[in-house]
């Protein structure tokens, strides 16, 4: 157990998912330097799906990677400034420019079992003078002993630290436990947690994630963020102060930047909620940035997203399948006109 956790404010980037990516380079300029004067440790900041995520298959964002760090990085003084790259969506490019900006972490993300794609990406990473974090994200899709052997894969590459990431909302407090705990165990380097709340359980897995020894976690601003959104940072400061941890961000700070700040930014349809169709991410395991995209396949093809979700949990669908999700609807729409004609 950590006494001094490390928070990594995600609003800027996993936010993006709850905005469609629309963020201007001025709004994410005004949150980052709200978080700043809140000293938050490390403020992310990308499309929702890392840096080049902007596309018709991903969403395309208001602006690109480029007018984002530029309108962040003069922000940020004491606060650590993180990007997101997934490999096969971020190039070097990418990863030549966050470096030039000023970025001091890069977190490289992949799939649960496919550590072995970011090889090299860790290389460069390090190579660039950048701290390299690996995320393993769909961490409920593997048993604990498969997530430590990819997360040795990371620490092999020149990771510095690994996130057991909870990309679907899907993990119990003990499932959190039975994977953080083996890695800090066995691992010579940090472990960090990544919650995402659709089943209402983000603060509660990330203290026990803390708990078992993780030394980094992650929050957004009023939760804000794909599916249910994440761990709701100005809670998670509240709650950890509460236990006795010596956080960094001041608490009073955090809840003026979401509620001064970030709110007047956002309407209803972008709010974050723990409603029916969030919940079957969690129950389905699903990924949660698929929730906006299912409900529009849903309303297009006349389907219960409900239905979607639950199919592509059985699919073990992943992130970078989102082409599928109109498939399964396409698919679920002519099934049900085939069985209401009989």
């Given amino acids: ?10 609003t800027l980037r996993d936010g993006m998912h709850a ?15 709200a978080l700043d004067a809140a000293d938050m440790d490390v403020v ?3 499309h929702g799906d890392g840096m080049g995520g902007s596309s018709i298959n991903y969403g395309v964002s208001a602006a690109d990677t480029e007018a984002y760090l530029d309108a962040v990085a003069p922000e940020l003084t004491d606060t650590e400034l993180s990007v997101l790259l997934l490999p096969g969506i971020g190039t070097v490019e990418h990863l030549d420019l966050a470096a030039d900006h000023g970025a001091d972490v890069c977190r490289i993300a992949t799939h649960v079992t496919e550590a072995d794609i970011s ?83 983000a603060i509660g897995n990330t203290l026990a994630a803390l708990d078992e020894g993780a030394v980094t976690v992650d929050g957004c601003l ?28 001041d608490l009073y700070g955090v809840m003026d930047a979401a509620e001064d700040v970030l709110l007047p930014m956002l309407d209803d349809d972008t709010m974050p909620e723990l409603d029916n169709d969030s919940l079957v991410l969690g ?29 592509l949990g059985e699919m073990e669908v992943v992130g970078g ?16 006109a085939a069985e209401a004609d009989d």
């Fill in 119 to 201: 090889e090299e990406h860790f290389q460069y990473v390090t190579e660039r003078g950048l701290e390299a974090n690996g995320l393993l994200m769909l961490s409920h899709m593997a048993p604990p002993e498969t997530v430590l052997e990819q997360a040795r894969l990371m620490e092999e590459y020149g990771a510095e630290a690994v996130y057991v990431m909870d990309s679907a909302g899907a993990l119990l407090p003990q499932d959190v436990r039975d994977r953080v705990g083996l890695l800090t165990d066995e691992l010579s380097i940090d472990v960090g947690f990544h919650a995402h709340n659709n089943l209402g359980l």
């Fill in 222 to 249: 009023r939760g804000l963020g794909a599916g249910s959104g994440n761990a709701q940072m100005e809670v998670l400061v509240g709650a950890l102060d509460r236990a006795g941890y010596d956080v960094g961000p």
């Fill in 19 to 33: 905005v469609d990516h629309q963020f201007t380079p001025d709004q994410m300029a005004d949150v980052a330097s």
């Fill in 283 to 311: 129950y389905a395991g699903v990924y949660s940035s698929f929730l906006r995209h299912a409900r529009r396949a849903g309303e297009q093809y006349g389907v219960d997203p409900r239905d979607i979700l639950v199919e």
């Fill in 1 to 10: 157990m950590t006494d001094s956790p490390r928070l990594v404010d995600m």
């Fill in 321 to 336: 399948q989102e082409d599928l999700i109109t498939d399964v609807a396409d698919r679920l729409a002519r099934e049900g």
């Fill in 44 to 46: 992310e900041v990308s």
